[in-house]
């Protein structure tokens, strides 16, 4: 009895500061933003209970329901590109060649830098009406494109920057496409199968599993995008590039409703808990396991 006490006083012990910090710096956090979700709060009053005024609020509001659809086209159109590109890349890479190793540290370099600032303001030079981009135009004797500046391309432009940060995927998929048995590539070469045959029969159906992981943390990450639409275009122009976490900041930190924007979070949450419950849901009818297929099951 002694000892089996011990072990586990070891094991808690050892728990300890993580639990500390997950109930401190989270779960007690977010308990306390629930509770605001539903209160009249800023920084100059304490917080008063409104009940359910602000779920009332949020759904009469047009900025609302505009902010979610921008963020949720800005999902549908970047997750697929950007998943379809690390792909190639991971392809691109899983081969044996001297260096390597150089060129997948070149490729992952993206991730490192591509939430920060400056890297945002690099993009809005690029592509600005007078950036690199519309002086090679020019130059080649097309127009000048408003990339930023023009509601109907703002947003597109802001999906195919999303494209180039292909390092976490990236990473993934190459590390799934390592783990695909090469005898199963020589046996069907062996079959006459030609390269699309065995990528489309092997490759993709041995990656879904691969796949899955990084379509969830796509959704994720593209339901909460904010660092280009509050650094490059501003929510702009006329409210074109204006995403749901863009329209959270600024009902937090510029107009201090404070309870109303712990409400827009909450939605935020359970919108991702959502369509990450469905993906899982759907993964039945099109994840492929190994083990399912030794089985005999599939």
């Not at 933003?33 to 759904?59: C, I």
């Amino acid at each position: 009895m002694g000892k089996t006490w011990k072990r586990h006083l070891e094991g808690y012990l050892f728990i300890g500061p993580w639990f500390i910090g997950f109930l401190v710096f989270m779960l007690i956090p977010a308990g306390w933003s629930l509770y605001l979700a539903f209160t009249d709060f800023s920084f100059l009053k304490p917080p008063v209970w409104t009940g359910t005024e602000n779920v009332r609020k949020m759904l009469d509001s047009d900025v609302f329901w505009k902010s979610l659809r921008i963020t949720s086209v800005y999902a549908l159109l970047s997750v697929p590109l950007h998943l379809g590109t690390a792909l190639l890349a991971a392809m691109a890479l899983n081969v044996k060649i001297k260096g390597i190793g150089f060129y997948r540290t070149v490729f992952y370099m993206p991730a490192f830098v591509s939430s920060s600032i400056g890297v945002a303001i690099m993009w809005k030079m690029i592509f600005s009406d007078s950036g690199v981009v519309n002086a090679v135009l020019t130059g080649i004797g097309l127009d000048r494109v408003k990339f930023f500046n023009s509601p109907d391309n703002a947003l597109y432009t802001l999906v195919g920057i999303n494209a180039w940060v292909l390092g976490t995927a990236m990473l993934i998929f190459l590390a799934g496409l390592q783990q695909i048995p090469r005898e199963l590539y020589e046996s069907a070469k062996v079959d006459g199968a030609g390269a699309v045959r065995r990528f489309r029969s092997i490759t993709l159906p041995l990656l879904t599993p691969v796949i899955l992981f990084n379509l969830i943390l796509g959704i994720i990450n593209a339901m909460q995008v904010f660092t280009n639409g509050f650094v490059i275009t501003r929510g702009g122009p006329a409210q074109s590039t204006y995403f749901y976490v863009l329209y959270l900041y600024e009902e937090a930190f510029k107009f201090f409703r404070m309870g109303y924007a712990s409400l827009l979070a909450w939605v935020l949450f359970l919108i991702v808990l959502l369509l990450t419950l469905l993906t899982l849901r759907s993964s039945s009818a099109w994840v492929f396991y190994e083990t399912e297929m030794k089985g005999g099951k599939r």
